[in-house]
Structure formats: structure tokens, C-alpha cells
């Protein structure tokens, strides 16, 4: 697994709206982080997690965002699991927002390393 693979799977999976928020993330927008002083030091479009699930009577592993986006409210809400318990991998179960694989370690690399697919898409822009 490498930021190659990743951005093929990310590329296969683009309709996603957390895949989108990806690859574009300027046109979504984001939860403001603030310091100790409340002052804006940056933005927060995404967290990842993946958990197994029973898809057709098979164990498999999903990857799925606990920030999701509200197109309604055009804002995205922060699911985190220590307060909202499994509300994320519901939504993301109801609305088929995640990825699935085999194994947990192809998982747990993706829900760690997606941010890859952000350098490897400003080394692509520079290289042209």
C-alpha cells in the first residue's frame, strides 16, 4: 500500500461525498480548531475510522468519516466516538459512505493515511 494505491481507490470511489471532500475539500466547508485564546489556527474536513462489519454473511472491514456533511445545513458535523458512540458508522452504514476490504490492515492503513492522497495531489499539480 502506497499513495499510488490509495489514490486509485480514492479514484474508483469518487462518488463518495467524503471521497469528494478528499479531492476537493476548498469547495466544502470546515470545523474551525481554535486555540487556548479561541483564535482560528486551522480546519478540520475529515476523520477517518473503520471498524468490521458482516456484509453477506462475511466478515469485511469498512473505512468511513466520523465528520460528516450536512447538504441540507451545507455544514459538516463532527460524530466523534467517544461522545456519539457508533452514530458515525450508522450514518455511514445507512448511506453507504465508506469503503470496504478484506483485510484490517488494508483499513486501518487507509483510515491513517488518506491525507496521502492530499500531497500526492499537490505533487501531481507541481509536476505539471
Known amino acids: ?4 494505491w490509495l489514490i486509485g481507490l480514492l479514484g474508483r470511489n469518487k462518488n463518495l ?39 453477506d454473511g462475511k466478515k469485511k472491514f469498512i473505512v468511513y468519516p466520523e ?6 445545513e451545507k455544514k459538516l458535523n463532527y460524530l466523534n466516538r467517544e461522545l456519539y458512540g457508533g452514530q458515525a458508522r450508522d450514518y455511514a452504514l445507512q448511506n453507504k459512505e465508506y469503503l ?13 493515511n488518506y491525507k496521502l492522497a492530499w500531497k500526492a495531489k499537490k505533487a501531481q499539480a507541481h509536476a505539471l
Do not use: C, L, Q
Open 1 to 4: 500500500m502506497d499513495d499510488e
Open 17 to 55: 461525498n467524503f471521497v469528494d471532500r478528499i479531492f476537493n475539500r476548498n469547495k466544502y466547508p470546515y470545523i474551525p480548531i481554535k486555540d487556548a485564546n479561541r483564535r482560528e489556527i486551522g480546519g478540520m474536513t475529515h476523520k477517518m475510522a473503520y471498524g468490521d462489519v458482516e456484509i
Open 67 to 72: 465528520i460528516i456533511y450536512d447538504a441540507k
Open 100 to 112: 470496504t476490504f478484506d483485510t484490517e490492515e488494508e483499513a486501518s492503513w487507509v483510515s491513517e
